[in-house]
C-alpha cells in the first residue's frame, strides 16, 4: 500500500534513501529528506506491507510534469515488484501528469519496458 511520508518515518526513509547510488553520502541524505519535508513540490511516498519496504519521491514540475528521483527496496524484499508496484500506483495516483525521471531511475524504469525522458 502507498502511504504519504511523514516525519515519524524518517529513519526508515533514509535507510531506503541511502540504498540509491547518489545518496551515499550523509550530508546529501540529509538534505534531501529536508527538501522533501519542506520543499511543496517534492513528495516522498514509502511502500508499505507489514513494514515499510520501499520508497519513492517525486517532484512536480511545471506544466504537469513529474519527476522521479529517488526509487528504492529494502534488499530483503526485492524482485517481488514492489518498485514496480510503487511506480504504478504513482502513475495511477497522477494520471494526468507526464513522467519523467533522472538518470539513476531510469535504467530500472526502462527494465519495466517503459520509455521516459530523462533529464
Ligand atoms: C532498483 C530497485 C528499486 C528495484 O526494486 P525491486 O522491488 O526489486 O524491483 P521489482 O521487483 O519491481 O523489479 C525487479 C526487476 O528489476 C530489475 N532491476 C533491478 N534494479 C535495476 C536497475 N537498476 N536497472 C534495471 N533493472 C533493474 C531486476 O533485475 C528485476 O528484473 P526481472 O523482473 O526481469 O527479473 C531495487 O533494486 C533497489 O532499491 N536498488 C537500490 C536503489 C537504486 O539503485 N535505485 C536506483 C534505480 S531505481
Known amino acids: 500500500m502507498l502511504i504519504r511520508y511523514k516525519k515519524t518515518y524518517e529513519k526508515i526513509a533514509m535507510g ?3 540504498f540509491m ?4 553520502n550523509v550530508k546529501s541524505l540529509v538534505n534531501t529528506i529536508k527538501d522533501y519535508e519542506t520543499k511543496d513540490d517534492n513528495h516522498l511516498f514509502l511502500w508499505k506491507l ?3 519496504v520501499g520508497i519513492i519521491g517525486i517532484q512536480i514540475l511545471p506544466d504537469k510534469v513529474i519527476m522521479i528521483k529517488h526509487l528504492s527496496v529494502n534488499p530483503s524484499f526485492r524482485n517481488q515488484g514492489i518498485a514496480t508496484s510503487l511506480y504504478d500506483a504513482i502513475r ?3 494520471t494526468d501528469y507526464t513522467i ?3 538518470q539513476e531511475v531510469a535504467s530500472f ?7 521516459l525522458k530523462v533529464l
Open 21 to 24: 547510488p547518489n545518496e551515499k
Open 50 to 52: 507489514d513494514d515499510i
Open 92 to 94: 495511477s495516483q497522477y
Open 16 to 18: 531506503l534513501l541511502s
Open 100 to 102: 519523467v525521471t533522472t
Open 109 to 115: 524504469i526502462e527494465h519495466c519496458h517503459v520509455s
